[in-house]
């Protein structure tokens, strides 16, 4: 059974672009987190989607936006990239609410 | 403000020594607590989830218990192997599907 994937595993991007980060949950996962890893910090949380509905959102500028598809996969859209947003950054997706599963992460350079 | 404090940051051991990773929360009202291993660049690895009944979990040579009166959880290592070398991370939540909030994790080192 295939885990949480996530895509692009890394990308380069200029100052001021756009980027979208995809998110494959575990099959049967209706929920879908999305999380900032800063090197040496631990992760930080950006949004969650429950059944395509926005259920939380962190402490993150309007550039960040997500969404979730009928198939429960989700995308992660950051505009007007800053070099602070260089980060990895990670999916998880969760069953009825308990354990979260993480994917390997897309690591986001921003020049 | 919730937040999560891990101690020590770094630990650097010889193999074959038991050892305890430290987790503690501002707000001890913790609801489930999640213990993951982090391998250099790579994503987390669940190693042991608490929900919100229990007191601890046991998994091979690891155990892991979680005091919410005092709202701190302490990982065991026990038998420590050069393989366990990584970075550890806390995170609880706060309610039934609630965001997790991660510590900064300790960054272990076990040595041959």
């Known amino acids: 059974d295939a885990g949480v994937t996530q895509s692009p595993t890394h990308l380069i991007k200029t100052r001021g672009q756009q980027v979208t980060l995809r998110c494959s949950p575990i099959?049967?996962?209706?929920?879908v987190s999305w999380y900032q890893q800063v090197l040496g910090q631990g992760p930080q949380f950006i949004f969650q989607?429950?059944?395509?509905?926005?259920?939380g959102r962190g402490n993150f500028p309007d550039r960040f936006s997500a969404r979730q598809f009928p198939n429960y996969s989700s995308e992660l859209n950051v505009n007007a990239l800053l070099l602070g947003d260089s980060a990895l950054y990670l999916c998880?997706?969760?069953?009825?609410?308990?354990?979260?599963?993480f994917g390997s992460g897309t690591r986001l350079t921003v020049v | 403000k919730q937040e999560v404090t891990q101690i020590p940051a770094a630990l650097s051991v010889p193999e074959g020594e038991n050892l305890v990773l430290n987790c503690s929360f501002t707000?001890?009202?913790?609801?489930?607590l999640q213990w993951f291993r982090q391998d250099p660049g790579k994503g987390l690895t669940s190693l042991l989830l608490?929900?919100?009944?229990?007191r601890e979990q046991t998994s091979g040579r690891l155990n892991a218990s979680l005091d919410k009166s005092s709202g701190r959880s302490t990982l065991y290592i026990a038998a420590s192997q050069p393989g366990d070398s990584a970075t550890y991370l806390c995170?609880?939540?706060?309610?039934?599907?609630?965001?997790?909030?991660f510590g900064q994790g300790t960054e272990l080192s076990v040595k041959p």
């Open positions: 998880a997706s969760s069953f009825r609410d308990l354990d979260y599963t």
């Open positions: 099959s049967g996962h209706k929920s």
């Open positions: 989607y429950y059944e395509k509905e926005e259920r």
């Open positions: 707000d001890s009202a913790i609801y489930n």
């Open positions: 608490i929900q919100s009944s229990q």
């Open positions: 995170a609880g939540t706060y309610n039934q599907g609630g965001k997790l909030i």
